[in-house]
T-cell receptor
Framework: AQSVTQPDIHITVSEGASLELRCNYS??????LFWYVQSPGQGLQLLLK??????LVQGIKGFEAEFKRSQSSFNLRKPSVHWSDAAEYFC????????????FGTGTRLTVIP | NAGVTQTPKFRVLKTGQSMTLLCAQD?????MYWYRQDPGMGLRLIHY???????AKGEVPDGYNVSRLKKQNFLLGLESAAPSQTSVYFC???????????????FGPGTRLTVL
């Protein structure tokens, strides 16, 4: 079965600094990969997803993620963080075959300081 | 366009009581989902539906039942609530088609349930 690891529980960055959130997955083949963001008191919103093709994926709000098969990773990046990016970020994976299910990581909480 | 709405927003139950959470979507989506979110854990899928009149079990279905009598509504029932069911519950929906469950899911704002 697939699983997702987000090693960082909490990250603090200064506004304007760059950001990288880590995501590692365990799966026998290349899964479907997703990043969702959850603002306080709200539901999740899709930032971007990888199904196939170009391993660098562009998303909304200036985010991008890179799929690295050799490292089983799908890290999320943003070159310059805004205060409004403070939220919880979830990586998720889905199997290409077998049972349909999205498996979410435990999340990384991002704090942005002025 | 309201998107995905959930009723109620908060609820406190005593052990053994029953309740139903209501999810409604106005995007004409085929797929609907119920997740639970617990501290230090990611979202876990309870049940889902790929169309009106159909339901299927997710990762953690025990203790819950669901119904999808109308395409726009997905109900989650707790017949006999237990403290272990204290959680935040999220409903989501997505379009059908080729991507299925892996199409973009649109989430409601959540229901915070406490079972004493």
């Amino acid at each position: 079965a697939q699983s997702v690891t987000q090693p960082d529980i909490h990250i603090t960055v200064s506004e304007g600094a760059s950001l990288e959130l880590r995501c590692n997955y365990s799966y026998g083949a290349t899964p479907y990969l997703f990043w969702y963001v959850q603002s306080p008191g709200q539901g999740l919103q899709l930032l971007l997803k990888y199904f196939s093709g170009d391993t660098l994926v562009q998303g909304i709000k200036g985010f991008e993620a890179e799929f690295k098969r050799s490292q089983s990773s799908f890290n999320l990046r943003k070159p310059s963080v805004h205060w409004s990016d403070a939220a919880e970020y979830f990586c998720a994976v889905g199997a290409r075959t077998g049972a349909n299910n999205l498996f979410f990581g435990t999340g990384t909480r991002l704090t942005v300081i002025p | 366009n309201a998107g995905v709405t959930q009723t109620p927003k908060f609820r406190v139950l005593k052990t053994g009581q029953s309740m139903t959470l209501l999810c409604a979507q106005d995007m004409n989506h085929e797929y609907m989902y119920w997740y639970r979110q617990d501290p230090g854990m990611g979202l876990r899928l309870i049940h889902y539906s790929v169309g009106e009149g159909t339901t299927a079990k997710g990762e953690v279905p025990d203790g819950y039942n669901v119904s999808r009598l109308k395409k726009q509504n997905f109900l989650l029932g707790l017949e006999s609530a237990a403290p272990s069911q204290t959680s935040v519950y999220f409903c989501a929906s997505s379009s059908g088609g080729a991507g299925g469950m892996y199409n973009e899911q649109f989430f409601g704002p959540g229901t915070r349930l406490t079972v004493l």
